[in-house]
């Protein structure tokens, strides 16, 4: 019988769209939140879900690695693109892409894993600022202590 290295990290089991509002981390703009879920610290990659309770302009910005994302419900869209992600769609934003992210009114949530860097971009293409894994960890641990959850909350996302 196979068993489990002990070398394994443990795993993470936890409800994605939490009802605990202490849970979900704002971001730099009204209604828009994420909730963690890893943060991959040997990878540079970080699993979330984001929450847009707006409508209109989220933020400009490009990954120089790959990013995954399945809308669990509500819908948003690229303003460079033709489409719309609505609830079951799967994304993938390949290394380089860059895209301006509409909310569109509706509560949406969307499960994202993001490798690299995510770098923030003005309207004439100039970076304006980035969040990783360490940035958008440290940013929990912040609220997570504002919270009353406590810093090392974090920790439970960490591997």
């Known amino acids: 019988m196979l068993e489990t290295s002990p070398w394994s990290p443990e795993e993470i089991v ?42 209109g302009f989220v933020s400009r910005h490009a990954h120089p690695s790959p990013v995954h994302g399945l809308v669990l419900s509500g819908q948003w869209h690229y303003a460079e693109r033709d489409w719309v992600a609505t609830a079951g769609s799967y994304v993938f934003e390949p290394p380089g892409d860059v895209h301006t992210l509409i909310a569109e009114g509706e509560e949406s949530l969307t499960l994202f894993w993001i490798t690299g860097t995510l770098v923030e971009i003005d309207d004439n293409g100039n970076t304006v600022g980035y969040a990783d894994t360490f940035t958008r960890l440290e940013q929990a641990e912040r609220h997570f202590e504002k919270v009353g959850l406590g810093k090392d909350y974090v920790k439970r996302f960490v591997r």
Request: charged share 30%.
């Open 14 to 55: 936890e409800i994605a769209n939490s009802a605990d509002e202490r849970e979900w981390v704002p971001g730099a703009q009204e209604g828009v939140h994420m909730r963690p879920l890893l943060f991959d610290t040997v990878r540079g990659a970080w699993v979330n879900v984001t929450r847009l309770r707006k409508q």
